[in-house]
């Protein structure tokens, strides 16, 4: 069974830049897998925030970011700002057709 | 803009059925992969089930295979998953979403399956 795992949670001051990361328990993450990421508040719909590991959707800021980092993808957000306190959630593809995604992150602004 | 409906939750019973609608506008439906995803009450999201454009291939995560099936009407931009066998753990939000580069466009406000007796 394929395992994408996230931190539980993290925080980040305002203003401050937070990286979220996105790893398999066996193997590593790459640009193959095509890693996505997903911001979402409680009640609300998942909204896109990085496809292709590197690509932000459209109408999201250049706050936000998307790479491998080593073995894992990584979303960074910089100047940290109230309104992006929410979960996080990454996905990622793998050739036998299947998705799996993360957890998910719960992000503190504090 | 990607709009997408979905509709046909509810509640049923263990071992009952349901099908659920995801009717979509807003980009060329017939060129587009399509997922449905599900979030159980306080947990996370899960994979459930895609279908490529053409709707011959389908691709579902190992604890729906077998008991749910997921198909599309290309004439009428919508996407349907049928659910049967159902089980409790089966209860969550139910969303459809567009494939993008292997990734979800989501559009909708997802329809809520409960399985209880």
């Known amino acids: 069974q394929t395992v994408v795992t996230q931190e539980a949670s993290f925080s980040v001051s305002p203003g401050g830049t937070v990286t979220l990361t996105c790893a398999l328990r066996?193997?590593?993450?790459?640009?193959?897998?095509?890693p996505s990421w997903y911001q979402q508040t409680p009640g609300q719909t998942p909204r896109t925030l990085i496809f292709?590991?590197?690509a932000r959707s459209s109408g999201v800021p250049d706050r936000f970011s998307g790479s491998i980092l080593g073995n894992k993808a990584a979303l960074t957000i910089t100047g940290a700002q109230a309104g992006d306190e929410s979960h996080y959630y990454c996905?990622?593809?793998?050739?036998?057709?299947?998705?799996?995604f993360g957890g998910g992150t719960k992000l503190t602004v504090l | 803009q990607v709009q997408l409906v979905e509709s046909g939750g509810g509640v049923a019973l263990p071992g009952g059925s349901l099908r659920l609608s995801c009717a979509a506008s807003?980009?060329?439906?017939?060129?587009?992969?399509m997922h449905w995803a599900r979030q159980a009450p306080g947990r996370g999201l899960e994979w459930v089930a895609h279908?490529?454009?053409?709707?011959?291939?389908?691709y579902y995560a190992d604890s729906v295979k077998g008991r749910f099936t997921i198909s599309r009407d290309n004439a009428k931009n919508t996407v349907y998953l049928h659910l049967s066998s159902l089980r409790p753990e089966d209860t969550a939000v139910y969303y459809c979403?567009?494939?993008?580069?292997?990734?979800?466009?989501?559009g909708g406000q997802g329809t809520q399956v409960t399985v209880s007796s």
């Open positions: 996905a990622l593809y793998f050739s036998s057709a299947i998705w799996v």
């Open positions: 066996s193997g590593s993450v790459s640009s193959n897998n095509y």
């Open positions: 292709n590991t590197t």
């Open positions: 807003g980009f060329t439906f017939n060129i587009s992969g």
């Open positions: 279908i490529r454009f053409e709707g011959y291939n389908k």
């Open positions: 979403a567009k494939n993008w580069f292997h990734g979800f466009v989501y």
